[in-house]
């Protein structure tokens, strides 16, 4: 169980007679950034919760940094950052005294890696809590995640909140984290988020696993789109020649649109370059085909 930061292994968790987590698996590797993927009502925070400590599993083996977080809670939490969607903190107290509180809970601090982090977001940490808005309650727990010399941070939809430039310094903070060894498991919505950042994805629906392995390769799993304008009066011989083989193809006047699984791209290229087609444009497949094959398709 040690090879990973976090590994998951048949989890179930019932509240009642509801099952909220069932037979989930989730490895995450040291160093990595793996995206955790799935709507609200999916099960990611109960399995988060999970992994924190929060919650105890009905059944499953778990470990989180080589520990059972059920068995040693507070060992796990001195090691892991966490910053949830909502953040609640103290009203009364100023943002640098939440800094202070954070630090203190955990009993270990980067004084320097904090004081850079309250610049580059624009915090005033002079101010109460309770003047803040959204966004700048998220800053707080961002700036103490990731200036806390912990080996783990988990995020669950962390950039809930935050301005477009803000969330583009949230990503530089993701790679910077990886890059100096720590481990990332973030869950968001934000599916062009998790795209740029993670090396990894888990993808899990109604409480089970559905999809999991590196981005690179999960991304083959879904269809390329390539556009092309073929010669004057070619675009049925053409469609022709690209359904025999075995592709999906759209036409209108003059354009044929293509859904190319990623083995058969050189081959319906080919047949576009032979018949001398025009503006063609071959557009790889992201994340969110692959998520929404499982949560658009699959609820049809």
């Known amino acids: 169980m040690t090879e990973y930061a976090v590994r998951v292994e048949g989890l179930v968790k019932r509240f ?8 989930f698996a989730l490895n995450v590797s040291p ?3 793996h995206g955790f993927l799935g709507p609200n009502g999916a099960g990611k925070s109960t399995t988060i919760r999970v992994l ?17 977080p059920a068995t040693h809670a507070a060992a796990v939490t001195k090691r892991i950052s966490y910053v949830p969607g909502e953040v609640t903190l103290w009203p009364n107290l100023t943002g640098q005294e939440v800094l202070d ?6 009993g270990s601090r980067n004084v320097a890696a904090e004081k850079r982090l309250v610049d580059e977001f624009a915090l ?21 995640a990731f200036a806390a010399p912990t080996d783990l941070l ?21 790679r910077d984290a990886a890059a100096a060894g720590r481990t990332v498991l973030l869950s968001s919505h934000v599916l062009g988020e998790v795209e740029a950042v993670c090396d990894a994805v888990t993808i899990i629906k109604d409480g089970r696993l559905v999809e999991a392995g590196r981005l690179a390769d999960m991304r083959y799993l879904a269809a390329s ?9 070619e675009v049925e011989a053409v469609s022709e020649r690209l359904r025999g083989l075995g592709v999906a193809v759209e036409t209108d006047a003059d354009t044929v ?10 081959a319906a290229l080919g047949v576009l370059v032979e018949a001398t087609a025009d503006d063609i444009t071959c557009t790889p497949a992201k994340l969110e085909d692959l998520f929404l094959r499982h949560y658009v398709v699959g609820a049809r």
């Open 124 to 144: 005033d940490t002079r101010r109460r809590v309770r003047t803040y808005s959204k966004g700048n309650r998220q800053k707080v727990a961002l700036v103490a």
């Open 31 to 33: 160093g990595s950034v």
């Open 52 to 68: 924190l400590g929060l919650y105890r599993p009905t059944a499953g083996r778990v470990r989180v940094l080589g520990l059972d």
């Open 101 to 106: 509180a954070l630090a203190g809970l955990r």
């Open 225 to 233: 789109t390539i556009t092309a304008r073929p010669l004057s009066g």
């Open 257 to 266: 649109r293509l859904s190319v699984p990623r083995p058969l791209v050189p």
């Open 16 to 23: 009642g007679t509801f099952t909220a987590v069932d037979e």
């Open 154 to 174: 988990v995020l669950d939809e962390p950039t809930s909140g935050l301005d477009p430039l803000m969330e583009e310094l949230f990503q530089g903070c993701v």
